[in-house]
């Protein structure tokens, strides 16, 4: 736990003024804190984070590459980010004694965050806020950027540990997972279908937020509508499926991630449809006719890769994510299982789907 004059030490090297720090988020990577400063020489109000090293291990690459995403947009886009505040001696980040790793961006006024949709409209909205994100930076040359956790949404790789789990470990955690692994092994056609995608030039790679969900955009508090999209560090090159999928996994069914009421788990097609209109609408129409076409593909691959991951960490002891009771992670893929299970079944009832 980070004691509050680190804080305040960290606070200091970005703004002048005695600092008035609360936390901001509950996020499970970075601390993040919002820091205002009183005095004579105040400096505006920043959100402060200690970057979390054990799963960003080069935490320079997510500088470099924000500033790359900030110049783009700020010279030709009217989409908005909020830019970095450097430290004043002229640096994008600050190291303190501990060797904890510290950055800083501007505080956007009048507006907030929120954990999940109340409206099919709150959704569309959010879609076409990333979707517009991924289209404003079409420009930008993706080898100029770093590529921050490889193989992140690689699902061929995902399944590959998957199976490396499976073979190592206790027979306890094997016998509590038979029911998921066996289902999770019946859809190895979808490694299949991905690494089909990742062969044709009709899939394109572009660069992709890679973290979509509600609480990733800003709201405006007066308007209620979108401000900009923030947690920037994982934008890196990627296919069609990636941010749309997983806005639907989150944002599409009735439960989230952490529910244990199955029969409570269902699609709404309302959201559904304003998830999938959102994202066409703020990407202009810009994807190919193959992605058109396996548009629907996108929620399902992305909760059967998370299901795969969460199902993975808890044959592996649950040293990824964290947890608050002992089976947790595989009540959670259990949990995306059922809901790739209803979405299957919309799918091949609403579009036609042959899975």
């Not at 060797?99 to 501007?106: E, H």
């Not at 006024?109 to 709150?122: F, I, L, M, Q, R």
């Not at 790679?205 to 709201?219: A, F, P, Q």
């Amino acid at each position: 736990m980070l004691q509050e004059g680190t804080i305040q030490k960290a606070a200091a090297q970005f703004g002048y003024g005695e600092p008035v720090i609360s936390t901001l988020t509950e996020g499970l990577i970075h601390q993040t804190f919002r820091v205002g400063f009183t005095g004579s020489n105040a400096s505006a109000p920043i959100v402060l984070q200690r970057i979390n090293l054990a799963t960003f291990k080069q935490p320079e690459n997510i500088i470099g590459n924000y500033r790359l995403i900030h110049q783009w947009i700020d010279q030709h886009h009217d989409v908005r980010i909020a830019p970095l505040i450097p430290t004043h001696s002229g640096k994008w980040f600050w190291t303190d004694g501990e060797g904890n790793f510290w950055r800083a961006i501007m505080f956007v006024s009048n507006a907030y965050t929120k954990s999940s949709p109340d409206s099919p409209a709150e959704a569309g909205k959010t879609a076409h806020c990333f979707a517009a994100f991924t289209r404003a930076l079409a420009g930008i040359d993706a080898n100029q950027l770093a590529v921050i956790i490889p193989g992140f949404h690689d699902l061929a790789l995902r399944y590959e540990q998957f199976e490396q789990a499976i073979s190592k470990a206790t027979i306890q955690r094997l016998l509590k997972s038979t029911h998921v692994i066996a289902e999770l092994r019946q859809r190895k056609n979808l490694v299949d279908l991905y690494q089909s995608f990742c062969s044709q030039p009709e899939f394109v790679t572009r660069l992709m937020h890679h973290d979509c969900k509600m609480s990733n955009v800003l709201l405006d508090i007066t308007t209620q509508e979108v401000v900009c999209p923030v947690d920037l560090d994982t934008v890196m090159p990627g296919l069609f499926f990636s941010d749309l999928g997983d806005m639907i996994r989150s944002m599409a069914g009735t439960t989230d991630e952490n529910s244990t009421r199955w029969e409570d788990i269902a699609i709404r097609k309302d959201y559904y449809e304003a998830i999938v209109n959102g994202y066409l609408a703020g990407i202009d129409n810009s994807l190919t006719n193959a992605e058109k076409k396996h548009i629907h593909y996108s929620g399902i691959l992305m909760l059967f890769m998370q299901c795969l991951r969460f199902t993975t960490d808890f044959l592996n002891n649950d040293i990824y994510y964290q947890t608050s009771y002992p089976e947790q992670n595989l009540n959670r893929a259990l949990n995306q299982l059922i809901m790739l299970e209803k979405l299957e079944e919309f799918v091949s009832e609403e579009y036609s789907y042959e899975l």
